[in-house]
């Protein structure tokens, strides 16, 4: 079945299975640089049925929302995340990119690496009375593909180079202007909160 282009629209069909509302629609209003890749979305069960541009709150600017440094010390509950909690609005960012369809893995296989390298920290402090920086090198990592891939999925003028030197070295801005880019009140959405429901919410 041919994918419709993004200026087409289609009569919403939808079907239930155990774990999945399946909402078959097509987007017309679609952001800059973003690419339909199926015309099916899963959304899992008890979330709130939505559509990718729904979940796009500054459609076409071509820019980010805010500036690096303008939100990295506002003390709303995103900045606080960002700086002492950072995997979790990193998963939160995952997800809502997969759920664009710009990469293949979200909060949960995030989540799940995170786990692993805390129980690999914990073993190493125990053996050797140091620990290490493996969840450091994760974040970053992260932060790295998360901020490439957001401006692929946004529209945003951009280099690998710049997006690796900014995860490596103003990591906690970075994170605050993705989320500031990708949810229309960050204080509040996802603001403090660790849950995967966020990346469903603008």
């Known amino acids: 079945m041919p994918v419709p282009s993004p200026s087409q629209k289609t009569e919403a069909g939808r079907r239930d299975n155990d774990d999945y509302f399946v909402e078959e629609s097509v987007i017309a209003d679609v952001p800059c640089g973003y690419q339909i890749t199926s015309v099916a979305t899963a959304i899992p069960v008890g979330y709130a049925v939505v559509n990718q541009a729904q979940l796009v709150p500054y459609l076409n600017e071509g820019k980010w929302h805010h500036e690096l440094t303008e939100r990295c010390c506002k003390g709303g509950g995103d900045c606080m995340m960002a700086w002492f909690c950072p995997v979790f609005p990193l998963a939160q960012i995952a997800e809502r990119l997969k759920f664009w369809g710009v990469r293949p893995t979200g909060y949960n296989e995030v989540m799940f690496m995170a786990v692993l390298l805390f ?42 180079r710049d997006d690796c030197l900014l995860a490596c070295f103003c990591q906690p801005c970075v994170i605050i202007q993705m989320v500031g880019s990708m949810w229309k009140y960050p204080q509040q959405v996802p603001g403090c909160s660790i849950d995967k429901e966020q990346a469903y919410i603008v």
Not at 120 to 138: C, H, R
């Open 119 to 160: 129980l690999l920290d914990l073993a190493i402090t125990l053996l050797t009375g140091e620990g290490s920086s493996s969840m450091y090198i994760l974040c970053v990592i992260l932060c790295c593909q998360l901020r490439a891939a957001t401006r692929l999925a946004l529209g945003i003028p951009g280099n690998e």
